[in-house]
């Protein structure tokens, strides 16, 4: 750890005894990066591509997130126990999703569509001959 | 006491060498007794950092899997109630993040090399930007709220305008002299000069909009006010009707359920982001921090960008639903 950190001393700065120095280049470029990345972001939310535009958003945000993680939060050379715990912690989201996702799956077929009861007593009290749509999916 | 760990006070910390006959404690005096040397001290900050940002990360996951079992239930749900949230707000909210995150880490670098005004001026700074996400945060919340864009029942309760709360407030707070007011203006002139106003004011009580008559009602008030109505701006409704939006689908409040409640967990830690952020501007101030010891700072910044990090994933996953 502490002989990473020797790496430069072309300008006298003194060195961390620990720890690992990122150079501003890098630091900009990468907050450049994650600027334009925003913006691309942003743009494709009005393009219709379908599915795809969920998979490139979220595309989009992981690629984010890993330049953050590596550069800005120093995993690039940090410990690798480290990056294994922020991992595998991710890797665990991801499973506990997976098997609710696949778990409500099962259940399609037995749902109920509409509102629930007592929101229906609300709208009646409320607002008795409001338009909405009740039992029809959403159509753009 | 003393013997437990070692002061910041060099001499107290010679003081522990003569004790102990351990080289680094006498150099360093930020070094605490039970490590062998600073970077065993570093290492350990950082991975109890890691182990914290770990479960940091689970405690949103457990929101992430409501997102997404509520986003496969309610597909069209997303769709829609996605454009009552403002892109442009969103927006500027991450790209204050994002700078907020660069700061941070250039104070880090400034910290690790001895340069204490630039590394106060970059915690400054990101504590600034972590005010301004929370200034922005609130306007776009109190709109919602405003707007009846909330969780629950209150969403199936019609909003009222600002010129129908008024109203409302004027009726419930003497409904008889308000009669009594317009009643009274022809019949006796002679008062009429004193109550002029209130009479105007009174007469321009619409009741439609202060009696609970329904949204139809609403509707028809805001077409006669050629206000813009759902039917005839189908892509964004007019925001105090979207309960008048016959195209609203069914059960849209859970949308803004998982908004206020992943959005207010991240806006949470944007505030505890701001205390550590206050706490490390004070300690960088006295001087604590150099380039053999500036672990607060490191892990600071650890915390700092995850809450960007979350907010990363919440920005498209609110905002940009095509």
Redesign the interface.
Known sequence: ??SNAHAHDSHG???????H??P?WL??I??GA??AL?VI??A???I?VGEF??VI??G??VI??TL??L????LRW??P??LL??V???A??IL??AF??ID??QYRSL?F????P??EN??QS??????????????? | MSTLHTSHDPAHAAHGHDAHGHGDHAKYPFLQHHFDSPAHQFDSAKLGMWLFLATEVLFFGGLFVAYAVLRTRFPEVFSYASHYLNTLMGGINTCVLIASSLTMAMAVRFAQTNKKGPMLLCLVLTFGGACGFMVIKYFEYSHKIHEHLVWGKTFYVPPHTEEGEHEAAALAKAPESTVTLTVANPAAPAVAPIVALPAVEASAIKPAAAAPQGLATVREQAKAEHLPVADQDPAIAHPTLHLADPKMPANTHLFFAIYYCMTGLHGIHVLAGMVMLAWLIWRGARGDFNSDYFTPVDVGGLYWHIVDLVWIFLFPLFYLIH
Not at chain 1, 13 to 19: A, D, I, S
Not at chain 1, 71 to 74: R, W
Not at chain 1, 113 to 116: D, E, I
Not at chain 1, 126 to 140: D, E, I, L, W
Request: hydrophobic residues 50%.
């Open positions: 750890m502490a700065e003194p060195h961390p005894l620990v720890g120095l990122v501003f630091l900009f990468t907050g994650l600027l925003t972001t942003v494709v939310r009005y219709d535009n969920m958003a979220l989009v945000a984010k997130a953050v993680a550069f800005f939060m120093h940090d410990r126990f480290n715990t922020f595998g912690s991710m665990f989201v506990m999703m609710c996702l409500t799956a749902q569509t509409g509102n629930p007592e929101v609300t709208l409320n607002a008795p001959g409001a338009p909405v749509a009740r039992f029809k999916p959403y159509t753009p």
